[in-house]
């Protein structure tokens, strides 16, 4: 039996201890850690079997998206609750503390667990997206020397169709197509003509100015034996074609980037959800494995005193 200046020495060492058993709160995180990474292979292995290339085939991107949400917030529950309970049940028991401090312990136990975990997590995220940019970086360095290459070979071959490179070739062609089908074009004259339509589409207004639309119409009558009011219709008619080309070009872009930055917008508020989720259920399952720990009862409305007179009770029957 516990005489009541061993218990005070007893009661005193405890109070000198530290309130982290951080034995038991790295114990969690790696429970949480391993059950997360199982589950988001998991997820990954249902996502790429559910979504197809194929058009018309496989999950939407809706339904992709909503799945993935969801699952984000099962691995959060899950993980978290794992962690959450063995951080508060692996806790070495305090039988001198009031029932309020020990549970508010366990809370914080759980908690702890879920903010390693997180950090783990979040660290090997980072080291995997670098080695992914490394990765891609060497792929870059490599498609560029080969697209240099290829560039070099097919300079030739450019200069032989009088074409270039640039992406107003197929309107070049249809301004300088004749009607004679075997004739075929000055590589100077498309060029030329590719560079007054890259000068004009990058314009403010977008408008050929007068020099370059006569110059163009010239260069129409000439080359497809047409009078010089029908090359300039053509011109008018071909140039329109190609600036709305353009501007089909750049809303499609627009439209691609602002999906985008919603897409992301999304993203980070749900997975800001998921986690503060994960926080709570941390801390709620190691509160309950603290109260499996102890089979300890509410001590609501006691003294402190009472409390630890509760506690050397117990601990005087189990002896």
């Known amino acids: 039996m516990t005489t009541p200046t ?14 982290v058993s951080w034995a038991a709160v790295f114990a969690g995180a790696a ?15 249902l996502g790429f079997a559910a979504s197809s290339p194929w058009a018309g085939e496989g999950a939407s991107a809706k339904a992709l998206g909503v799945s993935t949400i969801v699952w984000l917030l099962v691995t959060q529950i899950l993980a978290s609750g794992l962690g959450g309970y063995l951080a508060g049940r692996l806790r070495v028991k305090w039988a001198s503390l009031h029932g309020d401090e020990v549970y508010f312990r366990d809370t914080a136990h759980g908690f702890l667990s879920w903010a390693v975990a997180t950090l783990v997590a ?30 070099a070979g097919a300079a030739g071959g450019a200069a032989a169709s009088g074409q ?30 590719g560079r007054i339509f890259a000068k004009a589409l990058a314009g403010n207004d977008g408008q050929l100015t007068g020099d370059d639309r ?18 300039e219709q053509r011109v008018d008619q071909v140039y329109g074609q190609a600036r709305q080309a353009a501007n089909d070009a750049k809303t499609a872009a627009k439209q691609a980037a602002d999906t985008a930055a ?17 926080a709570f259920i941390a801390s709620a399952a190691a509160l309950f494995g603290g109260r ?10 006691t003294s402190e005193r009472d409390a630890h007179l509760h ?6 029957q189990v002896r």
């Open 6 to 19: 061993e218990y005070s020495t007893a009661t005193a060492h405890s109070q000198n201890r530290s309130g």
């Open 31 to 45: 429970g949480a850690a391993a059950l997360s990474l199982i589950l988001v292979l998991l997820g990954a292995g």
């Open 122 to 151: 979040a660290v090997l995220i980072v080291s995997s997206a670098g080695h992914l940019a490394s990765a891609g970086a060497s792929a870059g360095a490599s498609a560029v020397s080969g697209a240099a290459t290829m560039a």
């Open 164 to 193: 270039g490179s640039d992406s107003n070739g197929y309107f070049v062609d249809t301004l300088l197509r004749g009607n004679n089908p075997g004739a075929s074009s000055e590589q100077s004259t498309g060029a030329t003509v």
């Open 214 to 231: 006569a110059y163009l119409a010239q260069l129409v009558a000439q080359r497809a034996q047409l009078s010089q009011a029908q090359a």
């Open 262 to 278: 919603k897409v992301a917008a999304w993203t980070s508020i749900w997975t800001f959800i998921a986690l503060l989720c994960g």
């Open 292 to 301: 499996l720990r102890d089979r300890a009862q509410w001590l609501e409305g």
């Open 311 to 316: 506690a050397h009770a117990t601990t005087a």
